[in-house]
């Protein structure tokens, strides 16, 4: 949700918002009594887009690690911190009688630092949806320090270390929240996207064909988790995630991707849809729980508003942070110069 290749290729937008889209559908029908656990599986799809974006990005520009943490903080933090001081602000206020705060808490919120809740115990930061921030911001530290490397050890050496942790974790089962939490097998699906991203780069993509029949697999896998009710974790969800974007990327070099300016749309906003929509959400549950209204219609206008509320924010909030800090570029850039 956090990286974007806006007006270079389509599909991955399109992914983007039908990731957020999902999360929204997860998150209003856990809130109103239906269930659709398997919309949580946007997140896997946002992991692998992102270790794609990434990989892709840096490759065409070639950053240095300060100036790539600097625009991934300039994209992620202003907007993530001041829906974080909504959620403070309305928890001091009592909208939010069963967030429990601390000092510690907000400030392992605010800095990416995977810690229990003292609401539940849960690895959760006070803005719960927050917690794909930290995998997003760890991802982005370790791989800033890859840019040091020379560009062909930059794969190999995130994906042993990724690949060592996972290992680590898996045969030590830590209890720190944060050795559990970039641990987890789920940090595998940034090197899933990084694998993808050099294989487009290389042009070696399926055909059409393929990328047909890898996205009917992927969402004939999710729909199974779903329908079925099986347990899913990264190890399922990832490599379905994974086939997914291949399929998306397949289409794309065969030029079978066409123009949708609404679904481009949703991608650009999907970062404000993650973190706003679960405000909305909440709202059109209480008031509809209040007037006693159908649980379908409830749901149905807590989706739209899920995702109307994002797109606002995209517009009111997330889209004036990225002009402002495009000026502040351009001008110094602009000064260079002269």
């Not at 289409?251 to 609404?262: F, K």
Request: glycine letters at 10%; one cysteine or more.
């Amino acid at each position: 949700m956090t990286g974007t290749s806006r007006g270079t290729l389509s599909g991955i937008q399109y992914l983007r918002a039908a990731a957020a889209i999902a999360v929204v559908l997860f998150h209003a029908a856990e809130k109103t009594g239906y269930h659709f656990a398997i919309g949580a599986a946007g997140v896997d799809v946002f992991f692998v887009i992102s270790g794609f974006i990434m990989w892709v990005v840096s490759a065409r520009r070639e950053p240095t690690p300060v100036q790539f943490l600097r625009a991934r903080i300039r994209r992620i933090v202003p907007v993530y911190w001041l829906a974080t001081a909504v959620m403070v602000a309305g928890a001091l206020g009592g909208l939010f009688p069963n967030l429990v705060l601390s000092l510690e808490h907000v400030l392992a919120s605010l800095f990416f630092i995977p810690a229990r809740s003292p609401s539940n115990g849960e690895i959760w930061p006070v803005l719960v949806q927050g917690w794909t921030l930290n995998y997003e911001m760890f991802f982005y530290m370790v791989f800033a320090g890859t840019l040091l490397l020379p560009r062909a050890r930059r794969l190999p050496a995130i994906g042993a270390l990724f690949g060592l942790l996972v290992i680590a974790g898996t045969l030590l089962v830590p209890d720190n929240a944060v050795l559990f939490s970039f641990t987890r097998p789920i940090i595998l699906e940034f090197i899933a996207g990084m694998v993808i991203g050099e294989l487009w780069l290389k042009g070696k993509v399926p055909a059409p064909a393929t990328g047909f029949a890898l996205i009917a697999l992927a969402f004939s896998g999710f729909a199974t988790i779903q329908v079925a009710g099986l347990p899913f974790d990264a190890l399922v969800c990832g490599p379905l995630a994974a086939a997914l974007v291949v399929g998306v990327l397949a289409l794309e070099a065969g030029r079978r991707v066409r123009l949708v300016p609404a679904a481009v749309l949703l991608g650009d906003a999907s970062y404000s849809i993650y973190l706003w929509h679960t405000f909305a959400i909440s709202v059109i549950a209480k008031v509809g729980a209040s007037m006693g209204a159908p649980a379908p219609a409830v749901f149905a206008i807590a989706v739209l508003a899920g995702i109307s509320a994002g797109v606002l924010g995209y517009f009111l909030i997330e889209r004036q942070s990225l002009l402002t800090t495009w000026r502040a570029v351009r001008a110094g850039f602009s000064r260079a110069v002269l």
